[in-house]
């Protein structure tokens, strides 16, 4: 929505599609708050921000891309503030801003603890005011490529059926991520890495696919996420012997060390045999009733809901779940890839500003950033060249293919190889990696694939046929969990998400200070690597 925005302000002829409703998009699901060095809680400085970014990053996010996200967040969230997001304050009535994982100051803007809730509101009332075309409950299958340019999007109108066919002369993939591959994910039912697939077919790369971030405080067993928020007020997390164990991983941040130290330590607690039926615990009961209903409703809320437990009384039971992809869509600052006409910006997109891990709030500002320049640098290429024309042939390709998957009618059903491929995801390709649990998921990977040519949709209606997007949805998400076990086999150290304790427990940037690339030919993926782009941070110890 920001890109879009953006790029109506700048002049240009702009539409919308989504594959659900703009304001159900996952951004609604974000909970905790938005990053920048506003300084309203502490000195506080873009610097600072951007040091800390490049730490939590584990020395892999690019440092030109992390300076850029850093300088522009302080104006990108007055503006929001402007359209009228409403921030939780200070006494003094200045934006509030409260401290986050591996953040060395309080700089986390919030909303109670439906931020992401406020600003998708926000943002699409701006899509209103403007009179943008939405063409919602669109599900974008293809992009149409054309004289080496992206001239456009094939959808399936999922209300009234069938192919459509828009012509653009830039388009802007902003899909989101691929929490789906996992059973247990934070992640809502559209996330399946759609623009990441599309993007992936027509010759881009996919930077950084092995970087799945798993967050420490998830509901068990439906993966709803329970803020950091939580811990930036103070919440403890403990083990079954009620000690809070992460004095002994990461003694001086505790609650407040980045992600995927918590989740590793989380994930060691259980292994061992300190947790509590899969899980341990945040307990929040300290803060007090009145905290918790001021700041942090939203969670009171959902595990009330969703665990049956009132955290004013009793401590919430966690555990790590799949959250956010770091990896995604190669692209420049200004969101652009190497296929002209095509931008991609937010977590379908690696610039890489959160190299292979991220810290909490910066998603949030990633999309409004990086939105909004790639929606800006999207219209001005568009108002400087020439008009496009979807050719005939490519519409047909599409119907073609699409009849032969609804024309089958014995075979296999797609929630069987999605459930598998999320369950034996979670197992070998999770929080700790081995080399050879990664190479069986690659092998089952290649049988659910074959598996796949022989699915079969049953439903053959044109409303809400619901069947055949999954079974698309099925076929991106098959394609994308090629490119990470490839991608994971491959960097041979532990970094980040990427923790491979029992054959290369450290980090090596010696061989490893790299980007994998990963490229789809004849069907499958071929890796390859790029540097990282240092500005002046060189890499240091990452400890917390």
Same mark, same amino acid.
């Given at each position: 929505?920001?890109?879009?925005?953006?790029?109506?302000?700048?002049?240009?002829?702009?539409? !919308?599609?989504?594959?659900?409703?703009?304001?159900?998009?996952?951004? =609604?699901?974000?909970?905790?708050?938005?990053?920048?060095?506003?300084?309203?809680?502490?000195?506080?400085?873009?610097?600072?921000?951007?040091?800390?970014?490049?730490?939590?990053?584990?020395?892999?996010?690019?440092?030109?891309?992390?300076?850029?996200?850093?300088?522009?967040?302080?104006?990108?969230?007055?503006?929001?503030?402007?359209?009228?997001?409403?921030?939780?304050?200070?006494?003094?009535?200045?934006?509030?801003?409260?401290?986050?994982?591996?953040?060395?100051?309080?700089?986390?803007?919030?909303?109670?603890? #439906?931020?992401?809730?406020?600003?998708?509101?926000?943002?699409?009332?701006?899509?209103?005011?403007?009179?943008?075309?939405? $063409?919602?409950?669109?599900?974008?299958?293809?992009?149409? #490529?054309?004289?080496?340019?992206?001239?456009?999007?094939?959808?399936?109108?999922? !209300?009234?059926?069938?192919?459509?066919?828009? +012509?653009?002369?830039?388009?802007?993939?902003?899909?989101?991520?691929?929490?789906?591959? $996992?059973? =247990?994910?934070?992640?809502?039912?559209?996330?399946?890495?759609?623009?990441?697939?599309?993007? !992936?077919?027509?010759?881009?790369?996919? %930077?950084?696919?092995?970087?799945?971030?798993?967050?420490?405080?998830?509901?068990?067993?439906?993966?709803?996420?329970?803020?950091? /928020?939580?811990?930036?007020?103070?919440?403890? @997390?403990?083990?079954?012997? =009620?000690?809070?164990?992460?004095?002994? $991983?990461?003694?001086?941040?505790?609650? @407040?060390?980045?992600?995927?130290?918590?989740?590793?330590?989380?994930?060691?607690? #259980?292994?061992?045999?300190?947790?509590?039926? =899969?899980?341990?615990?945040?307990? @929040?009961?300290?803060? +007090?009733?009145?905290?918790?209903?001021?700041?942090?409703?939203?969670?009171?809320?959902?595990?009330?809901?969703?665990?049956?437990?009132?955290?004013?009384?009793?401590?919430?039971?966690?555990?790590?779940?799949?959250?956010?992809?770091?990896?995604?869509?190669?692209?420049? @600052?200004?969101?652009?890839?190497?296929?002209?006409?095509?931008?991609?910006?937010?977590?379908?997109?690696?610039?890489?500003?959160?190299?292979?891990?991220?810290?909490?709030?910066?998603?949030?500002?990633?999309?409004?950033?990086?939105? %909004?320049?790639?929606?800006?640098?999207?219209?001005?290429?568009?108002?400087?060249?020439?008009?496009?024309?979807?050719?005939?042939?490519?519409?047909?390709?599409?119907?073609?293919?699409?009849?032969?998957?609804?024309?089958?009618?014995?075979?296999?059903?797609?929630?069987?190889?999605?459930?598998?491929?999320?369950?034996?995801?979670?197992?070998?390709? /999770?929080?700790?990696?081995?080399?050879?649990?990664?190479?069986?998921?690659?092998?089952?990977?290649?049988?659910?694939?074959?598996?796949?040519?022989?699915?079969?949709?049953?439903?053959?209606?044109?409303?809400?046929?619901?069947?055949?997007?999954?079974?698309?949805?099925?076929?991106?998400?098959?394609?994308?969990?090629?490119?990470?076990?490839?991608?994971?086999?491959?960097?041979?150290?532990?970094? +980040?998400?990427?923790?491979?304790?029992?054959?290369?427990?450290?980090?090596?940037?010696?061989?490893?200070? %790299?980007?994998?690339?990963?490229?789809?030919?004849? /069907?499958?993926?071929?890796?390859?690597?790029?540097?990282?782009?240092?500005?002046?941070?060189?890499?240091?110890?990452?400890? $917390?």
């Amino acid at each position: 929505m920001r890109a879009a925005i953006e790029a109506h302000d700048a002049g240009a002829d702009v539409a !919308l599609i989504s594959k659900i409703h703009p304001v159900r998009s996952h951004s =609604g699901a974000a909970e905790g708050g938005i990053n920048a060095a506003l300084g309203n809680a502490s000195e506080d400085d873009p610097e600072k921000h951007a040091f800390d970014t490049v730490k939590g990053s584990d020395y892999l996010g690019d440092q030109d891309a992390i300076e850029v996200l850093c300088n522009e967040a302080p104006d990108d969230v007055y503006q929001l503030e402007h359209w009228g997001a409403v921030f939780s304050r200070t006494e003094d009535g200045r934006i509030a801003q409260r401290p986050f994982g591996a953040a060395g100051e309080p700089r986390t803007a919030y909303a109670a603890d #439906i931020t992401g809730h406020v600003l998708v509101h926000v943002l699409y009332e701006q899509l209103m005011k403007r009179e943008l075309q939405v $063409y919602e409950e669109w599900f974008a299958w293809q992009l149409v #490529i054309d004289d080496d340019r992206c001239q456009g999007v094939i959808a399936w109108d999922l !209300l009234n059926g069938g192919l459509k066919t828009i +012509g653009a002369k830039t388009v802007i993939l902003t899909t989101g991520g691929a929490g789906r591959l $996992y059973t =247990g994910t934070t992640n809502a039912y559209a996330c399946t890495g759609d623009g990441m697939a599309m993007a !992936l077919r027509v010759g881009v790369a996919l %930077k950084d696919m092995e970087m799945m971030q798993f967050h420490p405080t998830t509901l068990a067993p439906t993966g709803v996420l329970i803020t950091e /928020g939580c811990r930036g007020e103070g919440a403890y @997390l403990l083990n079954a012997e =009620g000690e809070r164990f992460l004095k002994r $991983y990461a003694p001086n941040a505790m609650e @407040l060390a980045s992600r995927d130290v918590i989740s590793r330590a989380e994930q060691t607690e #259980i292994d061992e045999g300190r947790g509590i039926d =899969g899980n341990v615990l945040l307990d @929040l009961r300290h803060l +007090g009733a009145e905290k918790i209903n001021e700041r942090l409703h939203g969670t009171r809320e959902l595990s009330m809901v969703f665990a049956g437990v009132d955290p004013i009384h009793e401590p919430i039971p966690v555990r790590p779940g799949a959250h956010y992809h770091m990896g995604g869509v190669d692209t420049d @600052l200004d969101g652009k890839t190497t296929l002209e006409g095509l931008y991609a910006a937010g977590e379908c997109a690696c610039v890489s500003v959160h190299g292979a891990n991220r810290l909490g709030g910066n998603a949030l500002m990633e999309t409004i950033t990086y939105g %909004k320049r790639s929606g800006r640098h999207a219209a001005e290429w568009a108002l400087t060249h020439t008009t496009v024309a979807v050719p005939p042939a490519v519409e047909a390709d599409a119907e073609r293919t699409l009849k032969k998957l609804l024309d089958r009618t014995k075979g296999e059903r797609p929630w069987k190889i999605r459930d598998e491929l999320a369950e034996t995801m979670h197992e070998n390709f /999770g929080v700790f990696r081995r080399e050879q649990d990664m190479r069986k998921q690659g092998e089952l990977v290649d049988a659910l694939r074959e598996r796949y040519k022989r699915v079969v949709v049953d439903d053959k209606g044109d409303v809400f046929n619901n069947d055949l997007t999954q079974a698309l949805e099925l076929e991106f998400l098959l394609e994308l969990a090629d490119c990470m076990i490839v991608s994971g086999l491959a960097r041979k150290e532990s970094r +980040g998400a990427h923790a491979r304790p029992y054959d290369y427990p450290e980090r090596d940037d010696e061989h490893y200070m %790299k980007h994998t690339i990963v490229t789809w030919v004849d /069907g499958q993926p071929q890796l390859d690597w790029a540097p990282v782009r240092v500005t002046k941070w060189e890499p240091m110890e990452r400890t $917390y």
